[in-house]
């Protein structure tokens, strides 16, 4: 994903922080979520942002305290186990593009940067 594609949603206000991987470990190839209030399901597509990096990733599998769930209601802090794909790591902050579309004049704004 281009970082000011990310920028212009981010500046319009068309996205909404689910969370911040914590912890990430090698072995089961997991990580480590704290939570906004906000749902999330498996097959989820998120946008992962890091200071070098960003890209789309999807919700393999969540865990809390070790079972399987197929979706969770968070509260705020709340810590659930994930796995995506493609891999993610430490300290990227997750982002899901809100369902409501931007207002016209928003999107007038995310083309002129875009063509910056």
């Not at 000011?4 to 470990?25: K, P, Q, S, W």
């Not at 928003?106 to 875009?114: F, G, V, Y």
């Amino acid at each position: 994903m281009v970082f000011r594609y990310f920028e212009a949603l981010d500046t319009n206000g068309c996205l909404e922080l689910v969370g911040e991987i914590t912890e990430y470990l090698d072995i089961p190839d997991a990580a480590i979520v704290t939570m906004k209030p906000t749902e999330l399901h498996v097959g989820d597509a998120l946008i992962a942002r890091g200071t070098r990096a960003c890209f789309i990733t999807k919700v393999l599998e969540l865990q809390d305290y070790g079972n399987v769930i197929p979706e969770v209601t968070a509260v705020d802090g709340q810590e659930i186990g994930a796995r995506f794909s493609p891999k993610t790591w430490r300290n990227l902050k997750l982002f899901r593009v809100k369902q409501q579309w931007p207002s016209h004049n928003a999107l007038k704004r995310i083309s002129i940067t875009w063509r910056q």
